[in-house]
């Protein structure tokens, strides 16, 4: 596979988990063709966790990178002249820039974001709709896409805004393979409003991500919410109070998404036929999957196939600028 050059560019009080987050994802694996490199203006930058890190890159390869990502920093203050020129001439050229977080205010000083939506951590979405009028802000999303332009909600959700990167990238299967790696989901509904504030859990509560991990090996099983909530040990009413608290949707909502994404997988990695996906899915017969594909993505199983299953076998050289 062709190479794809990524330049996470690291800003004085970067946040350490919203840098881990796509120097982990996109750290090189014999399935990506990600060449990963973290830069910064000096080689030398403060976190805001009270510790200093060396960076091997500088703006020479910000420039040569196919994707630029602008990990979170804090407090939150105009970077440095020199970073918003380079994210303005990277953009220019074409290249995909991307941030996590509170990275979101480097892009906007930028002009990257002007007439596009964007998100950014709940805390500070007044700050960027006051400070850039001229950008869209989405308040209550994981991530928004706007095509070479992408921006995610706080800390975590570059989580889900890597991986989405990937499955664009690569195709379900490996974004589903490094999740697993991960122990992170796939794809997660719901918007950053479900952590604003967050449910205070009671004493004594376990989470439910054994269960939702249980399920998700047994995708093609009857999954009511009576099973689920036998598995959990506890009530079907206190299962899906915790459930939504959790996830910020339905258990039913939440399994039908991870059974599409487990049709999307199989779609594009296997010749089985469109009933069998549906069985193996979960989704019972060929006409259920062609219903749900429909309402969800707005197109067949046959045609996401065409569309996918070919250059699934070959992904990278379209990476490539």
């Not at 020129?85 to 509170?102: H, K, M, P």
């Not at 951590?121 to 869209?136: G, K, M, T």
């Not at 990167?165 to 790696?181: E, F, H, M």
Request: hydrophobic share 45%; with cysteine.
């Amino acid at each position: 596979m062709a190479v794809h050059r990524v330049a996470v560019l690291v800003l004085d009080g970067v946040t350490p988990l919203d840098l881990g987050i796509p120097t982990q994802i996109f750290n090189a694996r014999p399935e990506t063709p990600y060449e990963m490199t973290v830069c910064a203006l000096d080689s030398k930058v403060a976190t805001n966790a009270g510790f200093t890190l060396v960076a091997d890159g500088g703006l020479k390869q910000v420039r040569a990178a196919d994707t630029v990502i602008v990990p979170g920093f804090a407090p939150v203050l105009r970077p440095p002249q020199a970073a918003l020129d380079v994210l303005a001439e990277v953009r220019d050229q074409g290249r995909r820039v991307v941030s996590i977080c509170t990275g979101a205010f480097a892009l906007a000083a930028a002009g990257v974001l002007d007439g596009m939506h964007a998100t950014t951590h709940w805390q500070h979405i007044e700050d960027l709709e006051r400070d850039f009028p001229a950008v869209a802000v989405d308040r209550d999303v994981l991530y928004v896409d706007e095509g070479d332009v992408l921006t995610s909600a706080g800390v975590c959700c570059g989580i889900d805004l890597c991986l989405h990167l990937v499955r664009r990238d690569l195709g379900a299967a490996v974004a589903n393979q490094i999740a697993r790696g991960l122990v992170a989901a796939p794809h997660r509904e719901g918007g950053q409003a479900q952590y604003v504030p967050a449910p205070v859990a009671v004493a004594g509560d376990a989470s439910l991500a054994s269960t939702r991990g249980w399920a998700l090996q047994r995708l093609d099983e009857s999954l009511t919410l009576r099973v689920l909530a036998k598995h959990a040990g506890i009530s079907q009413r206190t299962f899906m109070r915790r459930f939504t608290e959790e996830t910020g949707t339905t258990p039913l909502q939440w399994l039908l998404n991870a059974r599409l994404s487990r049709a999307r997988e199989l779609l594009e990695t296997t010749d089985h036929s469109v009933d069998r996906v549906a069985r193996d899915c979960g989704l019972g017969t060929a006409a259920n999957l062609r219903l749900h594909f429909r309402r969800a993505l707005d197109t067949t199983p046959t045609a996401y196939r065409r569309t996918f299953w070919c250059s699934s076998q070959m992904r990278g050289p379209e990476l490539s600028p």
